[in-house]
């Protein structure tokens, strides 16, 4: 079951993740102020998770797509689609340009994910769906004796839905290690602090006792990601991977702001982002 | 100790069934439980999925032939639903097998946007639907479930008369590409078709003809329409009687005969009167142009009656007698 990863498979660099990501992230905010409306600041936090998945962990490319022992990845906070839309665009699932259609009259990029688009599993983006559907995915593979892994990302706000309990109780119950849950834990929701709006700490505490293996890492480190994500934590458990993250990562304006949960940039908001992402990139070049 | 169930029928209701030839049948939900089974034995694709309800489900054989069939989930209904989109997603022709109350309500929205939404062939199966529970109360009644997934795109809703409609549902869900509801009570059911009968999704079965009344009934009400259209018979009324398995697809064809044939028009359903079977035969009428004689029978926008499903029916007009007071009267 457990499958190694293997470093050959690196064809990415920490450094060339980070230029994805500044690359990605403008992608990003570009696409929330040609539609108009998204999530920006949730989308930007999880920005680095989609990137490492994309390109170092999930077995999954457009030519894939259709086969039956691809890895499944079901983004259950499925307000964040901007950015899995710039991953999945960047990976080649459809072009670019399409990016420029999102939620524009007749197009299938609506402001959240469904299958009519290339590289979806599911529809989502009512919360607490996601690890349900990944579990019954999950033990499907474990049914036909399959090497894929499943994956879903959850927003810290979004673990007040009851049903990701009814389902983290199901994960640990069928041992499904080839399942694992991610927490793009940014600490901000809609209203506020998840601490204020309900509070949720201490996530490890809980998923743990849930049964799960908990691994925390920094969601911007692509190393630490790439390490937790590589194969299951432990044998028979699922593996929950809580993600600290920023929300508004990599705009300083943005950063941590939950006015920015769903923020369109003005015309001037979205030059000073994009100015301060070029800045990153050329810093990151200089480093070089 | 309890109290015996009230009969369904009353003692003239039984002649009349017994005069119009038709034998006793088991309860549909057994005939679903060993229909599955039998094709889960020669699909091992076929996975059931329980949410504490194997044995109300009649699963439990099923659970100890086939384990490796069968995922339980506890008492987790939105879970439920969730697991078998996830598991239809990824190649098994999963079904989902819950008390019709709580699989229709409290995983409503996991039906809407896990299922239909995501375009899975997965299946749900409502078991002791309507008023089944009877006694238990509103919490255990779904008379809801028809309106609600009438009002979801995607779904093929089906709700069978008899052991036959139920066999050929379930075979007909285990084949299905698209989302498919099933629901259907426990109590044992007459069995009303001739052997030579054709099933198909979305076309309405005619068990009876006649002009002056039709009764479009649905379910496990068709028997008392059939019923009542024998007793109407013995008064020269002649009533036609269709069984709208389907409520979705609707067959509309077969609606429109019989309002282009028929003096007046009664549906019956085990549902509330708002929003299931009656409205949607009503606005194929209306808007083709039929404004014929015309009265929902089902369970009417109040606190359901306290009592067994028999005393539910009774009370309600779903039998033989109430349903032939209402084509009478309808008729005056
Ligand atoms: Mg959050």
Redesign the interface.
Known sequence: MRRKFDMGKIVLSDRDLALKSVHLRKKTLEAIYDAGAGHTGGGLSCLDILNVLYNRILNVSPETFGS?TRD?YVQSKGHSVEALYAVLADRGFFPEADLKTICHYQSHMVGHP??HISGI??????L??G???????????K??SASYRVFTLLGDGELAE??NW??A??AA?YKLDNLTAIIDHNTLQISGHTRDVMSNEPLDEKWRAFGWAVKVVNGHDYAALTEALSQPAEIGKPTCIIANTTKGKGVSFMENVAKWHHGVPSDAELKQALSELDAAAAKLKEAA | MSAPAPSMFTPAAKAMAEKLGLKMGRANLEEFAATLEELAKANPNI?AVTSDSRGSGKLAPFGKNLP?QL?E??I?E??L????????????K?FGVSPGCFLTARSL??IK??IC????PAVLIGISSGTSYGALGTTHHSLHDLAVLRAINNITVIVPADNFETREAICFAAKATKPVFVRFGKAAMFNLHKPEIKFAVGKAIQLRDGNDVAFIATGETVIHALLAAGQLAERGLNCRVISMHSVKPLDTETILKAGRECNAVVTVEEHMVNGGLGEACAAVLLQNGMSKPFRIVGIPDEETVPGAQADIFRHYGISMEGLSETATKLLK
Not at chain 2, 81 to 92: F, R
Not at chain 2, 117 to 120: F, K
Request: aromatic share 2%; hydrophobic share 40%; charged share 15%.
């Open positions: 039956a499944r469904t299958r599993e599911m529809n989502t983006g009512a607490g769906h690890l349900p559907i990944c579990i019954g995915m999950a033990l499907a593979g049914m036909d009851g049903s009814e389902a109780l199901a119950h | 996975i490796k995922v989930v506890g987790a939105q879970n639903v969730g697991i078998t989109a996830g598991l239809a997603a990824c190649g098994k999963s929205e996991q946007n896990d939404y995501s375009d899975v």
